[in-house]
């Protein structure tokens, strides 16, 4: 409160040397500017936040991917509070503008540079929600939120299970839609590195989506379904620790889940957290594997989830394996285009960004590793070389 006061005591000296009825006139207007430019009604968007970020110096542009491939001012991050500001005080409401508040790759790394500590995407939240009330959201949207929540995944023809009986055990392994549906050996070859250690490991008879991607699209009422499902499903599983492979689903099941009231009640981890605890421990073994590598930071893991070093230290700890890193790297890392479903609300955008990062990488190794099903999918659509997630390195260094 003091340093308040300090702070603006110059103002209260300069207004002090004005005459009486001027100095009330100014103290009243200093009091209620703010509300002229706020919303009358209720929103779910933090106006004010957003207000701030327009209004701002604007550093981040320089690290916006969405910008550089957009090559639009618009795209920046503080052009996208601009319009965000608008669309919220009804002043647009063009699809343009709508469906620029979804060309953003939620990769956080405006945040980076932020003096108020914003990810532009996390503001782009409540705007998102507020379209959606308002019955804006695109036509494209309302199909992705219809598919999660009638086959609880965002992939159509889809599989929600690994087919495998529920059993007692210490550790819950939840896969994800994406392992589940598209990277099945990222989750074959976590279950095996833990069964070859002795770890007793199960799994959920039916796996619903995390919801992030309804969190992500503003469908508030959607996720917190799947939020509640989700994490009475986990607490009746017993298990005190649940490990996932994908880290959106770690940063939502442990974080969005206790924002939104919904906690889960175990610990949750990121495979490379785990195997790192089990390396030293000494149950997990490595073997020696010549193997030159360039490590990709995803940006959840590194920018939401503070997951920087702990994959460093599983790969540093196979000997023979030589990383690399790129220069854009651990919380300064590149988003590989899929981050925020950029790939679905905008696949151009998705394809430039994705083949920005892939050829900062391919300079530097043969063989890209991450920690992301997400990212892996992304590289091995560019890529005419390997794209591999921790868990297979581990393991087949494990098998040497
Ligand atoms: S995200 Fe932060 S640094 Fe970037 S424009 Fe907004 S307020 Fe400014
Ligand atoms: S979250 Fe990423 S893509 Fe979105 S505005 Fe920030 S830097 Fe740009």
Same mark, same amino acid.
């Given at each position: 409160?003091?340093?308040?006061?300090?702070?603006?005591?110059?103002?209260?000296?300069?207004?002090?040397? %004005?005459?009486?009825?001027?100095?009330?006139?100014?103290?009243?207007?200093?009091?209620?500017?703010?509300?002229?430019?706020?919303?009358?009604?209720?929103?779910?968007?933090?106006?004010?936040?957003? @207000?701030?970020?327009? %209004?701002?110096?604007?550093?981040?542009?320089?690290?916006?991917?969405?910008?550089?491939?957009?090559?639009?001012?618009?795209?920046?991050?503080?052009?996208?509070?601009?319009?965000?500001?608008?669309?919220?005080?009804?002043?647009?409401?063009?699809?343009?503008?709508?469906?620029?508040?979804?060309?953003?790759? +939620?990769?956080?790394?405006?945040?980076?540079?932020?003096? $108020?500590?914003?990810?532009?995407?996390?503001?782009?939240?409540?705007?998102?929600?507020?379209?959606?009330?308002?019955?804006?959201?695109? *036509?494209? %949207?309302?199909?992705?939120?219809?598919?999660?929540?009638?086959?609880?995944?965002?992939?159509?023809?889809?599989?929600?299970?690994?087919?495998?009986?529920?059993?007692?055990?210490?550790?819950?392994?939840?896969?994800?839609?994406?392992?589940?549906?598209?990277?099945?050996?990222? +989750?074959?070859?976590?279950?095996?590195? /833990?069964?070859?250690?002795?770890?007793?490991?199960?799994?959920?008879?039916?796996?619903?989506?995390?919801?992030?991607?309804?969190?992500?699209?503003? $469908? *508030?009422?959607?996720?917190? !379904?799947?939020? #509640?499902?989700?994490?009475?499903?986990?607490?009746?599983?017993?298990?005190?620790?649940?490990?996932?492979?994908?880290? !959106?689903?770690?940063?939502?099941?442990?974080?969005?889940?206790?924002?939104?009231? $919904?906690?889960?009640?175990?610990?949750?981890?990121?495979?490379?957290?785990?195997?790192? !605890?089990?390396?030293?421990?000494?149950?997990?073994? @490595?073997?020696?594997?010549?193997?030159?590598?360039?490590?990709?930071?995803?940006?959840? /893991?590194?920018?939401?989830?503070?997951?920087?070093?702990?994959?460093?230290?599983?790969? !540093?700890?196979?000997?023979?394996?030589?990383?690399?890193?790129?220069?854009?790297?651990?919380?300064?890392?590149?988003?590989?285009?899929?981050?925020?479903?950029?790939?679905?609300?905008?696949?151009?955008?998705?394809?430039? @960004? %994705?083949?920005?990062?892939?050829?900062?990488?391919?300079? @530097?190794?043969?063989?890209?590793?991450?920690?992301?099903?997400?990212?892996?999918? #992304?590289?091995?659509?560019?890529?005419?070389?390997?794209?591999?997630?921790?868990?297979?390195?581990? $393991?087949?260094?494990?098998?040497?």
């Amino acid at each position: 409160m003091l340093e308040e006061f300090k702070k603006y005591f110059w103002i209260a000296k300069a207004i002090s040397r %004005l005459a009486l009825s001027t100095q009330k006139e100014v103290v009243v207007r200093f009091l209620t500017a703010k509300k002229k430019y706020l919303p009358d009604g209720k929103t779910k968007a933090h106006v004010d936040d957003i @207000l701030k970020c327009a %209004l701002c110096p604007n550093m981040c542009r320089f690290d916006c991917p969405v910008l550089q491939a957009a090559k639009s001012e618009t795209y920046a991050p503080a052009g996208r509070a601009r319009i965000a500001y608008l669309l919220e005080m009804g002043r647009v409401s063009s699809q343009d503008a709508v469906d620029l508040m979804y060309a953003c790759a +939620a990769c956080s790394a405006c945040q980076q540079w932020c003096p $108020f500590d914003f990810s532009v995407d996390d503001l782009l939240i409540g705007v998102r929600r507020d379209l959606v009330d308002r019955n804006l959201a695109p *036509e494209m %949207l309302m199909g992705i939120r219809d598919q999660i929540v009638n086959s609880h995944t965002i992939y159509q023809n889809s599989r929600t299970s690994l087919g495998l009986e529920p059993r007692e055990a210490d550790i819950l392994y939840v896969a994800g839609c994406t392992v589940l549906n598209k990277e099945r050996v990222i +989750a074959q070859t976590t279950m095996k590195i /833990l069964e070859k250690v002795g770890i007793a490991v199960t799994t959920l008879p039916e796996e619903w989506c995390c919801g992030a991607p309804l969190n992500l699209l503003g $469908f *508030e009422n959607d996720f917190k !379904e799947f939020a #509640a499902r989700n994490a009475d499903i986990i607490e009746k599983s017993g298990c005190k620790k649940m490990i996932c492979s994908c880290p !959106e689903c770690v940063y939502t099941f442990k974080d969005v889940y206790a924002e939104a009231g $919904f906690p889960v009640k175990a610990d949750v981890m990121h495979t490379s957290e785990y195997f790192l !605890e089990l390396i030293e421990q000494g149950k997990i073994q @490595l073997k020696e594997l010549n193997k030159d590598l360039v490590y990709h930071d995803p940006c959840v /893991l590194a920018r939401k989830l503070h997951i920087i070093e702990q994959p460093r230290r599983v790969l !540093e700890a196979i000997p023979g394996v030589s990383v690399r890193e790129p220069p854009l790297t651990r919380e300064h890392t590149r988003c590989c285009g899929i981050g925020g479903l950029l790939a679905m609300t905008n696949p151009e955008l998705s394809v430039t @960004l %994705l083949r920005a990062r892939d050829s900062e990488l391919c300079e @530097l190794a043969d063989t890209v590793v991450t920690a992301c099903p997400a990212c892996k999918i #992304a590289f091995k659509r560019t890529r005419n070389s390997e794209s591999r997630d921790l868990s297979e390195i581990v $393991f087949e260094s494990m098998n040497q």
